[in-house]
């Protein structure tokens, strides 16, 4: 079967971010989540199964001087 993946990554300034109304931040939300009800895991059952079903948000401090948070420590699924 022929399937579209889609895989989206934004690396979005915290103040950026914090400035979206929150109405724009749910409504992507929501899509998202509405997405994710649609999509299957591929080759599901077999050796070479595929999390195809997942949706994450999170906190990146890769940035930060002396940093000791990692991204799996503020990771959410949406």
Request: proline letters at 3%; glycine letters at 4%; hydrophobic letters at 40%.
């Amino acid at each position: 079967m022929i399937m579209k993946r889609i895989n989206i990554q934004l690396a979005i300034p915290v103040e950026v971010f914090d400035s979206i109304p929150a109405t724009r931040k749910k409504a992507f939300r929501d899509a998202v989540r509405a997405m994710k009800k649609l999509a299957v895991k591929i080759n599901e059952g077999l050796d070479n199964e595929e999390m195809t079903v997942t949706a994450t948000i999170h906190d990146c401090h890769h940035g930060e001087i002396g940093n000791t948070i990692s991204c799996n420590d503020t990771l959410v699924e949406i």
